[in-house]
């Protein structure tokens, strides 16, 4: 008897709960008569739920299975008749049920219970099959009655008897009708509330039911309802679409894990077709991956989203099926990592992911030419990307070559294939921007903080570098643009790497014309000052002079640098038809040079500048 224990704490707990468990009984053992008797019963079941709640926040421990039974035979008598009661005497019941499933029956309850409430829960969340039924159950207590479901599910899933009930030939096909009434809750989008318990449902199905077969068969119904919901961010709120996502990782390594579809794999051709009447067989693998891979394609779009909720689930998404889908879903390798570079946090970011997609690639090494590829592919769209008339998609391509670079670097997989797309992306990337701007741009403004650089500005020792019109992005709305540029530019490579791209540009500026040459010599003295840059941070805790050949010296760079630049400055004077860009380059590098030189510079500053500064005919050239 549910009232015969040693234990005082229970004995005390059932005292409490008898006088409201026997009125119950009392009033709701026949059809509801009247409005009083309803009214008391509402009371009852609602004063029944503060007791249970009350001793679940004391002490847990003292609510057992035997307790929740004697809890559950007035309630049953409720649900058996509740189209003749109100809204909120279901959702008290309701919420007695919920307490009962999680904190009294927990893993003991019985399989028949569980077979029970699954059809009755059902039908309070989406009617009676076949009927139709106009009237819609209240949102909240559409809401109760899926939270109860939630519970069921997760408490059935800790006992093996009461989860093999669940895919009993006779229960299936209501856990088959269960599942669909879910999928339509989150579809349905009625309240989030409703959508993200619904959510939590499709949660418990796939992680309490151990019957593969019986998830196979409901994966294609989900992943298409989750697809469909997932296709249209604008329509629902952050919180709901994270879920989806995280429910769509839970399904997907349920079903299709590598640890599930194990035995599929390794069979042959010819078992196979012995097999095909089975619902785990290798052509239902490769049907099912197939369209996986079209799910997640759609799915995967949601990498752009400004929430980083959503951001977060997607990266999740990505790395937990590249390690535990890691041979099924080999034909979705590409998307994932390109999804897990791109989505991979900024450097001193707060991150939930405990693995990076980097881990991966050292636990599975094809991983890392899949990276490579991800990457070559990025770099070569780069210089297309830059002519788009879309600011944020220009910044976004940025970000996602540096984050795919620096992996590179991290993993070590630097090839010379991948050094000359970069140089080559960078160099093609400026000429764009440059083309896009007009060879002959004229400046329309001029800071009025510009002021003429003397040659006593140059060789102070206090002196500090210039302010000059932008030349690269100058316009307003391309700052953030040309902030993520240099930003690539300063983190491409070791300072090493730095400098060799710096002197592969400045071969380039002398054998190229117009705007390519403007970009290799601008790009030249960038990817110089990031190497100075890059040095003297080393230089702060080591001395490595020593070890630093003449080529991976940025002083040999600058010095080469200097002389083409001086070699233009002395040309323009006798040809001017110069692009005015191209000798403002050079005098930022000359000026740099003499910032870096100081007092030593003296004796270059009247041949260098003196006779361009009277001579020169570029109004454009000599404003900068």
Not at 396 to 406: D, S, Y
């Given at each position: 008897?549910?009232?015969?224990?040693?234990?005082?704490?229970?004995?005390?707990?059932?005292?409490?709960?008898?006088?409201?468990?026997?009125?119950?009984?009392?009033?709701?053992?026949?059809?509801?008569?009247?409005?009083?008797?309803?009214?008391?019963?509402?009371?009852?079941?609602?004063?029944?739920?503060?007791?249970?709640?009350?001793?679940?926040?004391?002490?847990?421990?003292?609510?057992?299975?035997?307790?929740?039974?004697?809890?559950?035979?007035p309630l049953s008598h409720v649900f058996r008749n509740q189209e003749g009661y109100p809204a909120r005497l279901l959702e008290a019941t309701l919420r007695c049920l919920?307490a009962i499933t999680v904190h009294g029956w927990k893993g003991s309850i019985s399989p028949q219970i569980v077979e029970q409430l699954v059809i009755l829960l059902t039908?309070?969340?989406?009617?009676?099959?076949?009927?139709?039924?106009?009237?819609?159950?209240?949102?909240?207590?559409?809401?109760?009655?899926?939270?109860?479901?939630?519970?069921?599910?997760?408490?059935?899933?800790?006992?093996?008897?009461?989860?093999?009930?669940?895919?009993?030939?006779?229960?299936?096909?209501?856990?088959?009708?269960?599942?669909?009434?879910?999928?339509?809750?989150?579809?349905?989008?009625?309240?989030?509330?409703?959508?993200?318990?619904?959510?939590?449902?499709?949660?418990?199905?796939?992680?309490?039911?151990?019957?593969?077969?019986?998830?196979?068969?409901?994966?294609?119904?989900?992943?298409?309802?989750?697809?469909?919901?997932?296709?249209?961010?604008?329509?629902?709120?952050?919180?709901?679409?994270?879920?989806?996502?995280?429910?769509?990782?839970?399904?997907?390594?349920?079903?299709?894990?590598?640890?599930?579809?194990?035995?599929?794999?390794?069979?042959?051709?010819?078992?196979?077709?012995?097999?095909?009447?089975?619902?785990?067989?290798?052509?239902?693998?490769?049907?099912?991956?197939?369209?996986?891979?079209?799910?997640?394609?759609?799915?995967?779009?949601?990498?752009?989203?400004?929430?980083?909720?959503?951001?977060?689930?997607?990266?999740?998404?990505?790395?937990?099926?590249?390690?535990?889908?890691?041979?099924?879903?080999?034909?979705?390798?590409?998307?994932?990592?390109?999804?897990?570079?791109?989505?991979?946090?900024?450097?001193?970011?707060?991150?939930?992911?405990?693995?990076?997609?980097?881990?991966?690639?050292?636990?599975?090494?094809?991983?890392?030419?899949?990276?490579?590829?991800?990457?070559?592919?990025?770099?070569?769209?780069?210089?297309?990307?830059?002519?788009?008339?879309?600011?944020?998609?220009?910044?976004?391509?940025?970000?996602?070559?540096?984050?795919?670079?620096?992996?590179?670097?991290?993993?070590?997989?630097?090839?010379?294939?991948?050094?000359?797309?970069?140089?080559?992306?960078?160099?093609?990337?400026?000429?764009?921007?440059?083309?896009?701007?007009?060879?002959?741009?004229?400046?329309?403004?001029?800071?009025?903080?510009?002021?003429?650089?003397?040659?006593?500005?140059?060789?102070?020792?206090?002196?500090?570098?210039?302010?000059?019109?932008?030349?690269?992005?100058?316009?307003?709305?391309?700052?953030?643009?040309?902030?993520?540029?240099?930003?690539?530019?300063?983190?491409?490579?070791?300072?090493?790497?730095?400098?060799?791209?710096?002197?592969?540009?400045?071969?380039?500026?002398?054998?190229?014309?117009?705007?390519?040459?403007?970009?290799?010599?601008?790009?030249?003295?960038?990817?110089?000052?990031?190497?100075?840059?890059?040095?003297?941070?080393?230089?702060?805790?080591?001395?490595?002079?020593?070890?630093?050949?003449?080529?991976?010296?940025?002083?040999?760079?600058?010095?080469?640098?200097?002389?083409?630049?001086?070699?233009?400055?002395?040309?323009?004077?006798?040809?001017?038809?110069?692009?005015?860009?191209?000798?403002?380059?050079?005098?930022?590098?000359?000026?740099?040079?003499?910032?870096?030189?100081?007092?030593?510079?003296?004796?270059?500053?009247?041949?260098?500048?003196?006779?361009?500064?009277?001579?020169?005919?570029?109004?454009?050239?000599?404003?900068?």
């Amino acid at each position: 008897m549910a009232n015969v224990s040693p234990n005082p704490a229970r004995n005390e707990f059932f005292q409490q709960l008898k006088p409201c468990c026997v009125s119950i009984s009392r009033i709701a053992i026949d059809p509801p008569k009247g409005v009083t008797a309803i009214r008391q019963l509402v009371d009852l079941t609602e004063e029944l739920h503060g007791i249970i709640s009350t001793q679940i926040n004391r002490d847990a421990s003292v609510f057992d299975d035997k307790l929740a039974d004697y809890v559950f035979f007035p309630l049953s008598h409720v649900f058996r008749n509740q189209e003749g009661y109100p809204a909120r005497l279901l959702e008290a019941t309701l919420r007695c049920l919920t307490a009962i499933t999680v904190h009294g029956w927990k893993g003991s309850i019985s399989p028949q219970i569980v077979e029970q409430l699954v059809i009755l829960l059902t039908f309070i969340v989406g009617g009676v099959p076949g009927q139709n039924d106009q009237h819609k159950s209240p949102e909240e207590t559409t809401l109760e009655a899926l939270r109860a479901l939630t519970a069921l599910i997760t408490a059935a899933g800790s006992s093996a008897a009461a989860a093999a009930s669940l895919v009993d030939a006779k229960t299936i096909p209501a856990l088959g009708h269960g599942v669909t009434v879910v999928i339509d809750s989150v579809a349905s989008g009625r309240t989030p509330e409703i959508q993200l318990e619904s959510l939590r449902a499709l949660q418990a199905v796939f992680g309490s039911i151990k019957d593969h077969a019986a998830l196979a068969t409901l994966l294609p119904g989900v992943v298409s309802a989750l697809t469909k919901l997932l296709s249209m961010p604008a329509h629902e709120k952050t919180r709901v679409l994270a879920a989806a996502i995280t429910t769509l990782r839970l399904v997907l390594v349920a079903v299709v894990g590598d640890m599930k579809t194990r035995a599929i794999s390794r069979e042959t051709a010819a078992n196979s077709e012995a097999d095909n009447q089975k619902v785990l067989s290798r052509p239902w693998l490769n049907a099912t991956v197939a369209q996986i891979k079209l799910a997640l394609a759609s799915v995967m779009k949601l990498r752009n989203s400004k929430a980083h909720e959503v951001r977060d689930a997607l990266a999740d998404l990505s790395l937990t099926l590249l390690d535990e889908c890691h041979t099924t879903l080999e034909n979705c390798s590409s998307i994932l990592v390109e999804s897990a570079t791109m989505l991979e946090p900024e450097e001193d970011a707060p991150s939930t992911l405990t693995t990076s997609l980097q881990d991966l690639a050292t636990i599975h090494p094809e991983l890392a030419e899949v990276i490579k590829v991800t990457v070559y592919n990025w770099l070569t769209a780069l210089p297309r990307i830059m002519q788009s008339a879309e600011e944020e998609k220009k910044q976004a391509a940025i970000r996602n070559v540096l984050k795919g670079t620096e992996l590179v670097t991290r993993l070590q997989l630097d090839s010379s294939t991948l050094s000359d797309a970069v140089s080559m992306a960078l160099r093609d990337s400026v000429s764009s921007l440059l083309a896009g701007d007009g060879q002959k741009q004229v400046v329309q403004s001029v800071s009025s903080s510009l002021v003429p650089l003397s040659g006593k500005d140059l060789t102070r020792a206090d002196s500090t570098a210039a302010d000059y019109s932008l030349i690269v992005l100058g316009h307003e709305s391309q700052i953030t643009t040309r902030s993520e540029l240099l930003r690539l530019i300063s983190k491409v490579g070791s300072a090493s790497q730095q400098v060799k791209l710096s002197l592969d540009m400045l071969d380039y500026s002398q054998e190229l014309t117009d705007a390519s040459q403007v970009s290799s010599l601008w790009l030249s003295f960038e990817l110089v000052k990031a190497a100075f840059t890059r040095t003297s941070d080393v230089d702060d805790y080591l001395d490595l002079s020593s070890v630093t050949t003449e080529s991976e010296d940025p002083e040999t760079a600058l010095r080469e640098l200097y002389a083409f630049s001086v070699s233009l400055i002395d040309a323009s004077m006798e040809n001017t038809d110069v692009d005015w860009r191209l000798e403002a380059v050079a005098l930022e590098v000359v000026a740099y040079a003499a910032s870096r030189s100081r007092e030593a510079f003296r004796p270059e500053l009247i041949d260098v500048l003196y006779p361009e500064e009277v001579a020169s005919c570029s109004t454009e050239q000599f404003t900068h």
